[in-house]
């Protein structure tokens, strides 16, 4: 027979908020430097399901173990191909921006690392440093992004493959932070350009401006017309929203059906924190 939970068993509902009809829910009740039980994991999990990105507010700075640990219980962690790594946790790429940065994260849109076999399901974000102003991120539902094509390009693109690489996006990307890449080889893949996501079972466009370049299976010059197209098309302000951060604040972000983009208007300002990233599955 099940076990009756006592109202004083049962887990105390997280305070989840949708941020737009869009995308994205804000967080509360949860303080994510103690660490999840197994019952509010759950409940993030849902919430993440639901909203595509989750944005944790009221935080306290999480401890760099802890904050693996949040992203462990999600599944293995990955580690970042080109990124600098946080020194003695090399799970952490941490994001920092200052007035002698020559690049900033994530400049244009994305779903992280893309251009990996088995690309990453999520990733958990927290800043610790904001300019006073500026230094927001884009997230886009490519959920919505498939569903508002017609039928005949959903049909057209349902059989086509992508080709999605990092030379380009890497190579000596990380120099000004000490990163010495020479000889290493950056990841290329080819994903389907709708992918089915493993757990809603829903379909979600999956090409981006950042890595891929190429439909595999038309001509060149069509290829560049079709992804063209369909890179204005997800990142047309229909299917956004924009996230202005308070310190602290965690965003959690599904890379299966939502892109990202950050925009670095606050130069010479800092911004910095640390990231902890998911593997997932090999789309399909
Ligand atoms: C990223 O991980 O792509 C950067 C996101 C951000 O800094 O807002």
């Not at 399901?121 to 017609?150: C, K, R, W």
């Not at 290329?188 to 999956?206: F, N």
Request: with cysteine.
């Amino acid at each position: 027979m099940p076990r009756i939970l006592k109202q004083a068993d049962a887990p105390a509902p997280l305070d989840v908020r949708p941020y737009s009809p869009v995308l994205g829910a804000e967080v509360r009740g949860i303080d994510l430097a103690s660490g999840l039980d197994k019952a509010a994991y759950e409940q993030v999990r849902a919430a993440l399901l639901s909203h595509q990105v989750l944005f944790f507010k009221e935080q306290r700075e999480i401890p760099p173990q802890t904050q693996i640990e949040f992203g462990r219980m999600f599944g293995e962690l990955h580690m970042h191909p080109a990124a600098p790594q946080m020194d003695g946790y090399p799970e952490i790429f941490e994001i920092h921006v200052d007035r002698d940065s020559k690049i900033a994260n994530g400049e244009f849109w994305h779903s992280d690392v893309s251009c990996d076999e088995v690309p990453p399901l999520g990733t958990i974000l927290q800043l610790h440093t904001l300019p006073e102003v500026g230094g927001d991120t884009l997230f886009a539902n490519m959920y919505a992004a498939y569903d508002a094509l017609s039928e005949p390009m959903k049909r057209m693109l349902a059989g086509l493959t992508a080709r999605h690489e990092s030379e380009h996006v890497y190579r000596e990307r990380y120099s000004d932070r000490g990163v010495d890449d020479t000889g290493k080889q950056y990841p290329q893949a080819s994903h389907p350009v709708i992918r089915t996501h493993p757990e809603t079972g829903a379909k979600a466009l999956y090409v981006n401006r950042t890595f891929t370049t190429r439909i595999n299976e038309l001509e060149q010059a069509e290829s560049e017309a079709v992804l063209g197209y369909l890179f204005d098309h997800c990142e047309s302000i229909d299917f956004q929203i924009r996230y202005r951060w308070e310190r602290n604040d965690v965003a959690f972000w599904d890379n299966r059906c939502a892109m990202h983009r950050a925009i670095w208007d606050y130069w010479p300002a800092e911004r910095k924190g640390r990231r902890v990233t998911i593997k997932g599955d090999r789309p399909a």
